[in-house]
């Protein structure tokens, strides 16, 4: 696995008009490269580590790519935020009503490379290149036959986007990514607008705890 960093070009983020309620956020914000950026969000958190976030963006890939395939995504919905969560779902809808099931297999992480940083007066946003490795094919369920896709490992990247609060600090316990209250502590359960089940806390937020916010393709960010 590589974990080094690389500039990064700061127009791939610009806030499209989808994300109007969320461009708040990022006014004043500044856009950085992962070193610099890092450096940002350490000098606010002295506990943040940038190795010990990237284990953490892992373990979020794999309980998403999980879910995913299983066509459920609750054991991941703790950790995205709910625009995130409402877009794969309609997908999954999709794929349950076509009788189709993806497969991702032999998935596996090449690489983690974090590429920019928006550091802003509300939340810190991290992109990271995933770069992996599997054969992606689409099960028809009524044929059992491949309907999309082949058996052929290929290499893919797509691009996770990260978000958190300003002014949350890494507590180093298992949190919102590990499927645990970050608030609360109790096994992550959300509710249908994101909270805690146990002490209501809006944990998809970012306000207690990193969340997924943003997945794109290699052709939706200029690098
Ligand atoms: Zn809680």
Redesign the pocket.
Known sequence: MTTGDRDWIVTAIEPSSFEGARADGFLGSQRLSSGAGFQAIASADPAFDREAFLKRVESAFDALQTAWQARDLEAARGFMSPGLYFAWSAQVDQLKEQHRKNVLEGLRIDGLLPVGVVHGRVFDDVMVQIDATCADYEIDETTGRIAFGDKRPEPFAEYWTFQRGVGVATTGKPGTLEKQ?P????PLNVNAVGE?T??K?A?TSGKFDWVLSRIEQPEDVAL
């Open positions: 209250c608030n609360c502590g109790a805690c146990y002490c806390a944990v």
